[in-house]
Protein backbone atom coordinates (compact mmCIF):
# COMPACT_ATOMS: atom_id res chain seq x y z
CA UNK A 1 0.00 0.00 0.00
CA UNK A 2 1.69 3.17 -1.01
CA UNK A 3 2.44 6.25 1.90
CA UNK A 4 1.69 9.61 1.90
CA UNK A 5 3.18 12.38 3.66
CA UNK A 6 -0.07 12.61 5.51
CA UNK A 7 -0.15 8.74 6.14
CA UNK A 8 -0.65 7.99 9.75
CA UNK A 9 2.37 6.75 11.77
CA UNK A 10 0.45 3.15 12.41
CA UNK A 11 0.67 2.36 8.88
CA UNK A 12 4.32 2.26 8.19
CA UNK A 13 5.52 -1.03 8.04
CA UNK A 14 7.58 -1.95 10.96
CA UNK A 15 5.67 0.47 13.66
CA UNK A 16 3.09 -1.91 15.49
CA UNK A 17 1.22 -0.38 18.51
CA UNK A 18 3.92 -0.13 20.76
CA UNK A 19 6.41 2.24 18.41
CA UNK A 20 2.89 4.35 17.76
CA UNK A 21 1.47 5.37 21.19
CA UNK A 22 5.40 5.93 21.51
CA UNK A 23 5.83 8.39 18.63
CA UNK A 24 2.40 9.95 19.51
CA UNK A 25 3.71 10.68 22.94
CA UNK A 26 6.43 12.73 21.07
CA UNK A 27 3.78 14.42 18.80
CA UNK A 28 4.93 12.65 16.23
CA UNK A 29 1.48 11.40 14.30
CA UNK A 30 1.96 10.91 10.20
CA UNK A 31 4.49 10.15 7.99
CA UNK A 32 5.54 13.70 6.97
CA UNK A 33 6.39 14.51 11.45
CA UNK A 34 8.77 11.39 11.35
CA UNK A 35 10.62 12.66 8.26
CA UNK A 36 11.28 15.60 9.82
CA UNK A 37 13.15 14.10 12.61
CA UNK A 38 16.39 14.91 10.92
CA UNK A 39 19.25 12.88 11.30
CA UNK A 40 21.57 13.96 14.38
CA UNK A 41 24.78 13.30 11.72
CA UNK A 42 25.98 10.81 9.17
CA UNK A 43 28.70 8.55 9.11
CA UNK A 44 30.73 8.45 5.92
CA UNK A 45 31.51 4.51 5.10
CA UNK A 46 33.14 5.69 2.03
CA UNK A 47 36.04 6.56 4.23
CA UNK A 48 36.80 3.81 6.36
CA UNK A 49 40.38 5.66 8.07
CA UNK A 50 43.44 3.29 8.50
CA UNK A 51 45.32 5.41 10.58
CA UNK A 52 44.69 7.94 13.00
CA UNK A 53 42.58 11.42 11.74
CA UNK A 54 41.23 14.17 13.04
CA UNK A 55 37.65 14.86 14.24
CA UNK A 56 35.41 11.80 14.23
CA UNK A 57 35.74 8.99 11.60
CA UNK A 58 35.08 5.31 11.12
CA UNK A 59 37.74 3.25 12.01
CA UNK A 60 38.20 -0.66 10.95
CA UNK A 61 39.96 -2.57 13.49
CA UNK A 62 40.61 -6.44 14.49
CA UNK A 63 39.85 -7.37 17.80
CA UNK A 64 42.89 -9.02 20.20
CA UNK A 65 41.19 -9.85 23.12
CA UNK A 66 38.87 -7.73 25.39
CA UNK A 67 37.58 -7.63 29.16
CA UNK A 68 34.44 -6.80 30.68
CA UNK A 69 34.39 -5.93 34.83
CA UNK A 70 31.48 -4.07 36.66
CA UNK A 71 30.76 -2.68 39.42
CA UNK A 72 27.29 -3.15 40.62
CA UNK A 73 27.32 -0.49 43.62
CA UNK A 74 27.48 1.67 40.79
CA UNK A 75 25.56 0.28 37.99
CA UNK A 76 29.20 0.44 36.34
CA UNK A 77 30.53 -1.84 33.38
CA UNK A 78 33.35 -1.04 31.44
CA UNK A 79 34.38 -3.40 28.55
CA UNK A 80 37.80 -2.55 27.01
CA UNK A 81 38.93 -4.15 23.99
CA UNK A 82 42.33 -4.98 22.54
CA UNK A 83 42.46 -4.16 19.34
CA UNK A 84 44.94 -3.34 15.77
CA UNK A 85 44.50 -1.13 13.52
CA UNK A 86 47.06 -1.83 10.37
CA UNK A 87 50.22 -1.70 12.61
CA UNK A 88 48.70 0.72 15.32
CA UNK A 89 47.90 -1.01 18.56
CA UNK A 90 44.40 0.98 19.74
CA UNK A 91 41.91 0.30 22.55
CA UNK A 92 38.08 0.51 22.57
CA UNK A 93 36.30 1.59 25.41
CA UNK A 94 32.52 0.76 26.21
CA UNK A 95 30.72 2.29 29.70
CA UNK A 96 27.82 0.69 30.16
CA UNK A 97 27.60 -1.47 26.85
CA UNK A 98 28.02 -4.59 27.94
CA UNK A 99 26.02 -6.71 25.68
CA UNK A 100 28.49 -5.31 22.96
CA UNK A 101 30.75 -8.16 24.38
CA UNK A 102 28.52 -10.74 22.42
CA UNK A 103 29.66 -9.23 19.29
CA UNK A 104 33.49 -10.40 20.04
CA UNK A 105 35.62 -12.62 19.28
CA UNK A 106 39.57 -13.09 18.40
CA UNK A 107 40.26 -11.63 14.94
CA UNK A 108 36.56 -9.88 14.36
CA UNK A 109 36.44 -6.69 12.17
CA UNK A 110 34.56 -3.86 13.48
CA UNK A 111 33.75 -0.84 12.05
CA UNK A 112 33.77 1.93 14.85
CA UNK A 113 33.02 5.70 14.45
CA UNK A 114 34.84 7.87 17.00
CA UNK A 115 37.35 10.35 17.87
CA UNK A 116 40.68 8.89 18.32
CA UNK A 117 41.89 10.46 21.45
CA UNK A 118 45.33 9.10 23.41
CA UNK A 119 45.65 8.20 26.73
CA UNK A 120 49.32 8.44 27.49
CA UNK A 121 51.08 6.47 24.48
CA UNK A 122 47.56 4.65 23.95
CA UNK A 123 45.67 5.27 21.17
CA UNK A 124 41.46 4.86 22.27
CA UNK A 125 38.24 4.80 21.27
CA UNK A 126 35.96 5.74 23.87
CA UNK A 127 32.23 4.63 23.39
CA UNK A 128 32.35 4.76 19.72
CA UNK A 129 29.83 3.34 17.39
CA UNK A 130 29.95 0.10 16.35
CA UNK A 131 28.79 -1.38 13.13
CA UNK A 132 29.88 -5.16 12.41
CA UNK A 133 28.93 -5.01 8.73
CA UNK A 134 29.45 -3.16 5.72
CA UNK A 135 26.71 -0.85 4.57
CA UNK A 136 25.52 -0.67 1.16
CA UNK A 137 24.95 2.27 1.47
CA UNK A 138 27.58 4.27 2.05
CA UNK A 139 25.82 6.75 3.77
CA UNK A 140 24.42 6.47 7.30
CA UNK A 141 22.20 8.55 8.85
CA UNK A 142 22.00 8.93 12.92
CA UNK A 143 19.32 9.80 14.65
CA UNK A 144 18.04 10.97 17.77
CA UNK A 145 16.85 8.39 20.10
CA UNK A 146 13.52 8.53 20.52
CA UNK A 147 12.15 6.98 24.29
CA UNK A 148 13.65 3.17 24.07
CA UNK A 149 13.12 3.54 19.81
CA UNK A 150 16.97 3.46 18.71
CA UNK A 151 18.75 5.37 15.83
CA UNK A 152 19.25 1.48 14.28
CA UNK A 153 15.49 1.01 14.41
CA UNK A 154 14.40 4.51 13.29
CA UNK A 155 16.58 3.75 10.53
CA UNK A 156 14.65 0.85 9.41
CA UNK A 157 11.41 2.14 9.73
CA UNK A 158 12.36 5.32 7.77
CA UNK A 159 13.85 3.08 5.15
CA UNK A 160 10.32 0.89 4.77
CA UNK A 161 8.72 4.91 4.17
CA UNK A 162 10.48 5.21 1.59
CA UNK A 163 10.41 2.00 -0.03
CA UNK A 164 6.22 2.73 -0.79
CA UNK A 165 6.39 6.74 -0.20
CA UNK A 166 4.32 7.98 -3.39
CA UNK A 167 6.88 10.21 -5.13
CA UNK A 168 3.98 12.82 -5.86
CA UNK A 169 2.48 13.96 -2.87
CA UNK A 170 0.74 17.11 -2.36
CA UNK A 171 3.08 20.36 -2.57
CA UNK A 172 2.04 22.59 0.03
CA UNK A 173 3.71 25.67 -1.55
CA UNK A 174 2.76 27.91 -4.81
CA UNK A 175 4.22 27.07 -7.73
CA UNK A 176 5.48 31.09 -7.75
CA UNK A 177 7.45 30.44 -4.44
CA UNK A 178 8.88 26.78 -5.81
CA UNK A 179 10.27 28.51 -8.76
CA UNK A 180 11.43 31.87 -7.21
CA UNK A 181 13.59 29.69 -4.90
CA UNK A 182 14.32 26.43 -6.72
CA UNK A 183 12.89 24.27 -4.09
CA UNK A 184 13.01 20.44 -4.55
CA UNK A 185 9.31 18.74 -4.42
CA UNK A 186 8.93 17.70 -0.70
CA UNK A 187 9.81 14.20 -1.43
CA UNK A 188 13.16 14.95 -3.13
CA UNK A 189 14.07 17.59 -0.25
CA UNK A 190 13.34 14.72 2.51
CA UNK A 191 15.17 11.69 0.60
CA UNK A 192 17.91 14.01 0.15
CA UNK A 193 17.96 14.26 3.85
CA UNK A 194 17.62 11.07 5.21
CA UNK A 195 19.29 8.92 2.39
CA UNK A 196 21.70 11.21 0.81
CA UNK A 197 23.56 9.15 -1.65
CA UNK A 198 27.00 11.36 -1.66
CA UNK A 199 27.21 13.54 2.27
CA UNK A 200 27.90 17.01 1.23
CA UNK A 201 26.90 19.31 4.35
CA UNK A 202 25.81 22.14 2.23
CA UNK A 203 23.20 20.54 -0.05
CA UNK A 204 21.62 19.03 3.36
CA UNK A 205 20.97 22.21 4.37
CA UNK A 206 19.57 23.39 1.45
CA UNK A 207 17.26 20.68 1.36
CA UNK A 208 16.37 21.95 4.86
CA UNK A 209 15.24 25.36 3.75
CA UNK A 210 12.89 24.59 1.91
CA UNK A 211 11.18 23.37 5.05
CA UNK A 212 12.11 26.29 7.32
CA UNK A 213 10.66 28.20 5.07
CA UNK A 214 7.56 26.44 5.46
CA UNK A 215 7.57 26.70 8.93
CA UNK A 216 8.02 30.10 9.16
CA UNK A 217 5.67 30.67 6.38
CA UNK A 218 2.81 28.47 8.35
CA UNK A 219 4.20 30.86 11.67
CA UNK A 220 3.21 34.18 9.91
CA UNK A 221 -0.16 32.67 8.67
CA UNK A 222 -0.96 31.52 11.96
CA UNK A 223 -0.49 34.70 13.67
CA UNK A 224 -2.27 36.39 11.00
CA UNK A 225 -5.16 35.18 11.49
CA UNK A 226 -5.11 35.04 14.99
CA UNK A 227 -4.50 39.05 14.76
CA UNK A 228 -7.67 39.06 12.73
CA UNK A 229 -9.74 37.71 15.43
CA UNK A 230 -8.09 39.24 18.35
CA UNK A 231 -7.95 42.55 17.26
CA UNK A 232 -10.44 45.00 19.04
CA UNK A 233 -12.37 42.01 20.46
CA UNK A 234 -15.09 44.24 22.46
CA UNK A 235 -15.24 43.12 26.08
CA UNK A 236 -18.54 41.41 27.34
CA UNK A 237 -17.40 41.71 31.36
CA UNK A 238 -17.31 45.23 33.34
CA UNK A 239 -14.29 45.25 36.20
CA UNK A 240 -15.22 48.18 38.93
CA UNK A 241 -11.24 48.40 39.31
CA UNK A 242 -10.58 51.76 42.21
CA UNK A 243 -7.58 53.11 43.10
CA UNK A 244 -8.64 52.45 46.87
CA UNK A 245 -8.82 48.59 45.81
CA UNK A 246 -5.52 48.52 44.14
CA UNK A 247 -3.93 50.33 47.11
CA UNK A 248 -5.81 47.87 49.66
CA UNK A 249 -4.38 45.55 47.40
CA UNK A 250 -0.77 46.26 47.42
CA UNK A 251 -0.96 46.97 51.44
CA UNK A 252 -2.00 42.93 51.97
CA UNK A 253 1.25 41.91 50.71
CA UNK A 254 4.39 40.87 52.63
CA UNK A 255 6.45 43.01 50.47
CA UNK A 256 6.30 46.44 48.50
CA UNK A 257 6.35 46.19 44.82
CA UNK A 258 9.00 47.67 43.04
CA UNK A 259 8.16 50.64 40.74
CA UNK A 260 8.18 48.29 37.39
CA UNK A 261 5.83 46.47 39.10
CA UNK A 262 3.56 48.81 39.93
CA UNK A 263 3.20 50.39 36.23
CA UNK A 264 2.46 46.92 35.31
CA UNK A 265 -0.59 46.48 37.41
CA UNK A 266 -1.45 50.09 36.86
CA UNK A 267 -1.63 48.96 33.03
CA UNK A 268 -3.82 45.99 33.69
CA UNK A 269 -5.87 47.58 35.73
CA UNK A 270 -6.87 50.00 32.58
CA UNK A 271 -6.72 47.70 30.01
CA UNK A 272 -9.77 45.70 32.41
CA UNK A 273 -11.83 49.11 32.09
CA UNK A 274 -11.15 49.56 28.42
CA UNK A 275 -14.26 48.70 25.78
CA UNK A 276 -11.43 46.04 24.16
CA UNK A 277 -10.69 42.71 25.93
CA UNK A 278 -7.00 42.77 27.03
CA UNK A 279 -4.04 41.50 25.15
CA UNK A 280 -0.82 42.42 26.91
CA UNK A 281 2.91 40.95 27.25
CA UNK A 282 4.41 41.17 30.79
CA UNK A 283 8.41 40.59 30.20
CA UNK A 284 10.57 41.06 32.72
CA UNK A 285 14.23 38.72 33.97
CA UNK A 286 14.42 36.12 35.86
CA UNK A 287 13.36 37.12 39.51
CA UNK A 288 12.14 40.41 38.45
CA UNK A 289 8.64 39.54 40.03
CA UNK A 290 6.23 38.62 37.01
CA UNK A 291 4.75 36.24 39.28
CA UNK A 292 3.05 38.46 41.46
CA UNK A 293 1.78 40.77 39.01
CA UNK A 294 -0.02 37.88 37.37
CA UNK A 295 -1.50 36.95 40.33
CA UNK A 296 -2.82 40.10 41.33
CA UNK A 297 -3.95 40.52 37.61
CA UNK A 298 -5.75 37.29 38.00
CA UNK A 299 -7.19 38.84 41.42
CA UNK A 300 -8.29 41.84 39.89
CA UNK A 301 -10.06 40.13 37.19
CA UNK A 302 -11.99 37.34 38.89
CA UNK A 303 -12.94 39.60 42.19
CA UNK A 304 -16.56 39.89 40.95
CA UNK A 305 -16.88 35.83 40.42
CA UNK A 306 -15.45 35.46 37.56
CA UNK A 307 -12.98 32.74 36.65
CA UNK A 308 -9.44 32.83 35.72
CA UNK A 309 -7.17 30.12 34.17
CA UNK A 310 -2.86 29.89 35.26
CA UNK A 311 -1.17 28.39 31.99
CA UNK A 312 2.82 26.59 32.54
CA UNK A 313 4.73 25.00 30.54
CA UNK A 314 5.89 22.35 33.17
CA UNK A 315 4.34 20.65 36.52
CA UNK A 316 6.72 21.83 38.65
CA UNK A 317 5.98 25.52 37.38
CA UNK A 318 2.42 25.21 37.91
CA UNK A 319 2.92 24.00 41.38
CA UNK A 320 5.28 26.75 42.48
CA UNK A 321 2.75 29.52 41.32
CA UNK A 322 -0.15 27.07 42.89
CA UNK A 323 1.65 27.47 46.30
CA UNK A 324 2.36 30.99 45.75
CA UNK A 325 -1.53 31.70 45.13
CA UNK A 326 -2.65 30.30 48.27
CA UNK A 327 -2.07 33.60 50.12
CA UNK A 328 -2.92 35.98 47.67
CA UNK A 329 -6.42 33.57 46.88
CA UNK A 330 -7.13 33.17 50.82
CA UNK A 331 -10.83 33.79 50.42
CA UNK A 332 -11.18 31.85 46.84
CA UNK A 333 -11.44 28.39 46.35
CA UNK A 334 -8.14 27.58 43.51
CA UNK A 335 -7.09 24.01 41.94
CA UNK A 336 -3.97 22.54 40.20
CA UNK A 337 -5.35 20.29 37.23
CA UNK A 338 -2.41 18.50 35.93
CA UNK A 339 -1.65 15.47 33.79
CA UNK A 340 -0.37 13.34 36.46
CA UNK A 341 -3.78 13.51 38.19
CA UNK A 342 -5.67 10.34 38.13
CA UNK A 343 -9.09 10.07 35.76
CA UNK A 344 -11.31 10.55 38.70
CA UNK A 345 -9.31 13.84 40.19
CA UNK A 346 -9.58 15.51 36.93
CA UNK A 347 -13.29 14.57 36.31
CA UNK A 348 -13.63 16.48 39.73
CA UNK A 349 -12.07 19.16 39.35
CA UNK A 350 -13.65 19.37 35.45
CA UNK A 351 -16.95 19.63 37.43
CA UNK A 352 -16.06 22.08 39.94
CA UNK A 353 -14.84 24.04 36.88
CA UNK A 354 -18.26 24.32 35.12
CA UNK A 355 -19.96 24.46 38.19
CA UNK A 356 -18.33 27.72 38.59
CA UNK A 357 -17.14 26.69 42.65
CA UNK A 358 -12.96 27.07 41.48
CA UNK A 359 -12.28 30.12 41.05
CA UNK A 360 -8.42 30.13 39.27
CA UNK A 361 -7.16 27.08 37.88
CA UNK A 362 -3.16 26.46 37.92
CA UNK A 363 -2.13 23.74 35.07
CA UNK A 364 0.21 22.40 32.20
CA UNK A 365 -0.85 21.41 28.78
CA UNK A 366 -3.75 19.26 30.65
CA UNK A 367 -5.93 22.56 30.70
CA UNK A 368 -5.93 22.64 26.80
CA UNK A 369 -7.86 19.43 27.16
CA UNK A 370 -11.60 19.42 25.35
CA UNK A 371 -13.09 17.76 28.44
CA UNK A 372 -11.74 20.88 30.36
CA UNK A 373 -14.95 24.00 30.52
CA UNK A 374 -15.25 26.98 32.34
CA UNK A 375 -19.09 28.43 33.61
CA UNK A 376 -17.38 32.41 32.97
CA UNK A 377 -13.72 32.30 31.57
CA UNK A 378 -12.52 36.11 32.52
CA UNK A 379 -9.20 36.09 32.35
CA UNK A 380 -6.03 33.65 31.30
CA UNK A 381 -2.39 34.11 32.14
CA UNK A 382 0.14 31.89 30.31
CA UNK A 383 4.01 31.98 32.03
CA UNK A 384 6.95 31.37 29.84
CA UNK A 385 4.60 32.07 26.43
CA UNK A 386 7.13 30.82 24.10
CA UNK A 387 6.82 27.27 25.64
CA UNK A 388 3.45 26.78 23.75
CA UNK A 389 2.80 27.22 20.40
CA UNK A 390 0.06 29.79 18.76
CA UNK A 391 -2.68 27.38 18.23
CA UNK A 392 -1.99 26.06 22.48
CA UNK A 393 -2.38 29.46 23.52
CA UNK A 394 -6.14 29.75 21.29
CA UNK A 395 -6.50 26.28 22.23
CA UNK A 396 -7.21 28.03 25.96
CA UNK A 397 -8.16 31.34 24.52
CA UNK A 398 -11.48 29.79 23.44
CA UNK A 399 -12.36 28.37 26.48
CA UNK A 400 -14.03 31.55 27.07
CA UNK A 401 -15.80 34.63 25.44
CA UNK A 402 -13.62 37.91 25.16
CA UNK A 403 -11.24 36.08 27.51
CA UNK A 404 -8.14 38.99 28.73
CA UNK A 405 -4.75 37.90 28.00
CA UNK A 406 -1.89 38.48 29.66
CA UNK A 407 1.41 36.65 28.45
CA UNK A 408 4.91 36.60 30.22
CA UNK A 409 8.28 35.46 29.20
CA UNK A 410 11.59 35.94 31.19
CA UNK A 411 13.54 35.99 27.66
CA UNK A 412 14.91 39.59 26.83
CA UNK A 413 12.52 40.63 23.34
CA UNK A 414 14.06 43.34 21.40
CA UNK A 415 11.44 45.84 19.97
CA UNK A 416 11.48 45.31 16.74
CA UNK A 417 11.41 41.33 17.09
CA UNK A 418 7.89 42.26 19.33
CA UNK A 419 6.88 44.72 16.28
CA UNK A 420 6.91 41.72 14.30
CA UNK A 421 5.58 38.77 16.44
CA UNK A 422 3.59 40.59 18.52
CA UNK A 423 2.35 44.08 16.85
CA UNK A 424 -1.41 43.38 18.85
CA UNK A 425 0.27 43.12 22.26
CA UNK A 426 0.42 45.93 24.86
CA UNK A 427 3.65 45.41 26.36
CA UNK A 428 4.87 45.96 30.12
CA UNK A 429 8.89 45.58 30.88
CA UNK A 430 9.98 44.75 34.74
CA UNK A 431 13.87 46.33 34.45
CA UNK A 432 14.57 46.54 38.22
CA UNK A 433 14.51 43.40 40.91
CA UNK A 434 12.87 43.39 43.81
CA UNK A 435 14.56 45.27 46.76
CA UNK A 436 17.59 43.60 48.57
CA UNK A 437 18.02 41.82 45.21
CA UNK A 438 22.32 40.73 45.06
CA UNK A 439 23.73 40.40 42.03
CA UNK A 440 24.66 36.59 41.53
CA UNK A 441 28.56 36.24 40.95
CA UNK A 442 29.28 33.79 38.00
CA UNK A 443 32.51 31.84 38.07
CA UNK A 444 34.09 29.18 35.35
CA UNK A 445 35.46 26.43 37.68
CA UNK A 446 38.00 24.42 35.01
CA UNK A 447 37.44 21.10 35.16
CA UNK A 448 40.57 19.80 36.57
CA UNK A 449 39.79 21.17 39.33
CA UNK A 450 36.59 19.87 39.48
CA UNK A 451 37.43 17.50 42.55
CA UNK A 452 38.77 20.45 44.85
CA UNK A 453 35.86 22.55 43.78
CA UNK A 454 33.45 19.76 45.32
CA UNK A 455 35.50 19.88 48.60
CA UNK A 456 35.16 23.28 49.01
CA UNK A 457 31.73 22.77 47.91
CA UNK A 458 31.44 20.40 50.76
CA UNK A 459 32.34 22.91 53.34
CA UNK A 460 29.65 25.24 52.35
CA UNK A 461 26.86 22.37 52.48
CA UNK A 462 27.76 21.85 56.05
CA UNK A 463 28.04 25.78 56.92
CA UNK A 464 24.46 25.62 56.36
CA UNK A 465 24.16 26.98 52.80
CA UNK A 466 22.03 25.64 49.78
CA UNK A 467 23.05 24.06 46.28
CA UNK A 468 21.93 22.95 43.24
CA UNK A 469 23.81 20.26 41.20
CA UNK A 470 22.68 20.38 37.45
CA UNK A 471 23.77 17.88 34.68
CA UNK A 472 22.88 17.66 31.20
CA UNK A 473 21.78 13.82 30.91
CA UNK A 474 19.74 11.60 33.55
CA UNK A 475 21.54 8.27 31.86
CA UNK A 476 24.83 8.14 30.00
CA UNK A 477 24.49 8.16 26.33
CA UNK A 478 26.32 6.52 23.25
CA UNK A 479 26.10 9.40 21.57
CA UNK A 480 27.58 12.14 24.15
CA UNK A 481 30.13 9.99 25.80
CA UNK A 482 32.06 12.68 27.30
CA UNK A 483 28.63 14.42 29.16
CA UNK A 484 28.07 13.74 32.82
CA UNK A 485 25.01 12.16 33.92
CA UNK A 486 23.06 11.42 37.35
CA UNK A 487 23.36 8.03 37.70
CA UNK A 488 27.15 7.80 37.03
CA UNK A 489 27.68 11.10 39.26
CA UNK A 490 25.01 10.99 42.22
CA UNK A 491 27.45 8.44 43.95
CA UNK A 492 30.33 10.98 43.57
CA UNK A 493 28.30 14.21 44.38
CA UNK A 494 26.52 12.35 47.48
CA UNK A 495 30.52 11.08 48.59
CA UNK A 496 31.70 14.12 48.21
CA UNK A 497 28.83 16.43 50.53
CA UNK A 498 28.64 13.79 53.03
CA UNK A 499 27.39 13.84 55.73
CA UNK A 500 24.32 16.06 53.90
CA UNK A 501 22.20 13.68 52.10
CA UNK A 502 20.69 15.23 48.73
CA UNK A 503 17.80 14.93 46.44
CA UNK A 504 17.55 13.63 42.72
CA UNK A 505 14.99 15.91 40.76
CA UNK A 506 14.79 14.83 36.94
CA UNK A 507 11.90 14.76 33.76
CA UNK A 508 11.09 10.87 35.16
CA UNK A 509 10.80 11.69 38.76
CA UNK A 510 7.15 10.80 39.61
CA UNK A 511 5.20 14.35 40.62
CA UNK A 512 4.43 13.79 44.43
CA UNK A 513 7.98 12.16 44.43
CA UNK A 514 9.17 15.53 42.96
CA UNK A 515 6.99 17.67 45.17
CA UNK A 516 8.49 15.98 48.36
CA UNK A 517 11.82 16.21 47.43
CA UNK A 518 11.37 20.19 46.56
CA UNK A 519 9.73 20.52 49.73
CA UNK A 520 12.26 19.25 51.77
CA UNK A 521 14.73 20.99 50.01
CA UNK A 522 12.86 24.09 51.05
CA UNK A 523 12.65 23.08 54.56
CA UNK A 524 16.25 22.45 54.77
CA UNK A 525 16.15 18.77 55.09
CA UNK A 526 17.88 18.54 52.00
CA UNK A 527 20.84 21.02 51.22
CA UNK A 528 21.96 19.77 47.41
CA UNK A 529 19.71 19.35 44.71
CA UNK A 530 20.76 17.37 41.58
CA UNK A 531 19.15 17.74 38.81
CA UNK A 532 19.10 17.95 34.98
CA UNK A 533 17.15 21.08 33.50
CA UNK A 534 14.17 20.32 34.83
CA UNK A 535 14.32 23.21 36.90
CA UNK A 536 15.30 25.75 34.61
CA UNK A 537 11.90 27.36 35.59
CA UNK A 538 9.35 27.09 38.34
CA UNK A 539 12.07 26.67 41.33
CA UNK A 540 11.37 29.15 43.70
CA UNK A 541 13.81 28.73 47.02
CA UNK A 542 14.87 32.02 48.89
CA UNK A 543 18.40 30.52 50.50
CA UNK A 544 19.35 28.82 47.81
CA UNK A 545 22.54 30.18 47.08
CA UNK A 546 24.41 28.07 44.89
CA UNK A 547 24.05 26.69 41.32
CA UNK A 548 26.37 24.44 39.84
CA UNK A 549 26.44 23.66 36.21
CA UNK A 550 28.43 20.54 35.28
CA UNK A 551 29.04 20.81 30.89
CA UNK A 552 28.15 24.24 31.09
CA UNK A 553 29.39 25.07 27.39
CA UNK A 554 27.04 22.90 26.29
CA UNK A 555 23.58 24.73 26.95
CA UNK A 556 23.34 28.23 25.16
CA UNK A 557 22.87 31.49 26.72
CA UNK A 558 19.03 31.01 27.63
CA UNK A 559 19.27 28.38 29.75
CA UNK A 560 22.36 29.22 31.09
CA UNK A 561 20.80 32.38 32.15
CA UNK A 562 17.64 30.69 33.37
CA UNK A 563 19.27 28.08 35.67
CA UNK A 564 21.31 30.62 37.21
CA UNK A 565 18.26 32.45 38.03
CA UNK A 566 17.32 29.67 40.34
CA UNK A 567 19.39 31.35 43.15
CA UNK A 568 19.98 34.99 43.98
CA UNK A 569 16.07 35.18 44.99
CA UNK A 570 16.71 36.15 48.86
CA UNK A 571 19.04 38.75 50.35
CA UNK A 572 21.72 36.45 50.68
CA UNK A 573 24.82 36.43 48.07
CA UNK A 574 24.40 34.47 45.16
CA UNK A 575 26.90 32.10 43.26
CA UNK A 576 26.73 30.55 40.00
CA UNK A 577 30.21 27.70 38.76
CA UNK A 578 30.34 27.32 35.23
CA UNK A 579 32.31 23.51 34.90
CA UNK A 580 33.01 23.27 31.67
CA UNK A 581 33.17 19.92 29.53
CA UNK A 582 37.32 18.97 29.38
CA UNK A 583 38.00 19.23 25.63
CA UNK A 584 35.81 23.38 24.93
CA UNK A 585 35.03 24.37 21.54
CA UNK A 586 35.43 28.31 21.15
CA UNK A 587 32.11 28.79 21.06
CA UNK A 588 31.58 27.18 24.14
CA UNK A 589 34.61 28.81 25.64
CA UNK A 590 32.89 32.28 24.42
CA UNK A 591 29.34 31.64 25.53
CA UNK A 592 30.54 31.22 29.61
CA UNK A 593 33.18 33.99 29.18
CA UNK A 594 29.62 35.99 28.09
CA UNK A 595 27.39 35.01 30.68
CA UNK A 596 30.44 35.44 33.31
Known sequence: MPLTLDSPISSVKGVGDKYTQLLRKNGIYNVLDLLFHFPLKYIDFSKVAREVEPGEQVYCVRVQKYNLSRNYRRRLSVLRIDAVMGSLDVQVVFFNRPYIKDQLNKGKELLCYGKMETRGDIFQLVNPLVFDQVFEKKIIPVYPAIGNLKSGTLRKIIDNIFAFLDENSVEPLPPYIVKKHDFPSPVQAVKGIHVPQTYDEETIELLKNRFIYLEFLYFQLELQLLRSHFRQVPRIRSHRIEPEKLSEMRASLPFALTPDQDAALASVARDLQEPWAMQRLLQGDVGSGKTIVSLLALRMATADGYQGAFLAPTELL????????????????IEMLTGSLTVKQKSEIQKRLIKGSIRVVFGTHALLSDNVAFRSLSMIVIDEQHRFGVSQRAALYYKGRAVDLLVTTATPIPRTLLLSLYNDLSVSSIKTKPK???PIKTKIIASFRREEFYTWLSGRIQAGEKAYVVLPLIEQSEFFP????IEDEAV???????????????????AREKDEILRRFTAGDLRVLLATTVIEVGIDVKDATIMVIENADRYGMAQLHQLRGRVGRGGNQSYCYLIPSGKITDSGKKRLETIV
Do not use: D, N, Y
Request: proline share 7%; glycine share 8%; charged share 20%.
Open 318 to 333: ASQHFQSARACFAEHE
Open 436 to 438: GRL
Open 492 to 510: FIEKAMFPSPIGIVTGRTP
Open 482 to 485: QLRC
